[in-house]
Nanobody, 121 residues
Framework: QAQLVESGGGSVQAGGSLTLACAAS????????TGWFRQAPGKEREAVAR???????RYDEFVKGRFTISKDNAKNTLYLQMNSLKPEDTAIYYC???????????????WGQGTQVNVSS
């Protein structure tokens, strides 16, 4: 059984930093596409950063230069280093994985339970 467990969320002031971690277990392989997504209250879930099956990285425009996604295949863990946080980054952050790297991330197969990030001004 596949499982993704996020950690590292919390509350921080604007300009601060947080590092999220997502530990994968079960059938999730290092070749799967993985990524971080977030959902703010009253908004749709959006992509933050993704790692392709071959290791390519894609960031959404609103986090470029501030967030860094990385993987430790030995630990089967995905990270999201978030710097220069803004109040608009407040959301529940989810990690997800998909063996087929579907274009529509809403169709990705495996999702974590989410971790809350609150950024105050």
């Amino acid at each position: 059984q596949a499982q993704l467990v996020e950690s590292g969320g919390g509350s921080v002031q604007a300009g601060g930093s947080l590092t999220l971690a997502c530990a994968a277990s079960g059938v999730i392989r290092s070749t799967y596409c993985t990524g971080w997504f977030r959902q703010a209250p009253g908004k749709e879930r959006e992509a933050v950063a993704r790692v392709g099956s071959e290791g390519s990285i894609r960031y959404d425009e609103f986090v470029k230069g501030r967030f860094t996604i990385s993987k430790d295949n030995a630990k089967n863990t995905l990270y999201l280093q978030m710097n220069s946080l803004k109040p608009e980054d407040t959301a529940i952050y989810y990690c997800a994985a998909d063996p087929l790297c579907r274009i529509s991330f809403d169709q990705w197969l495996y999702w974590g339970q989410g971790t809350q990030v609150n950024v105050s001004s």
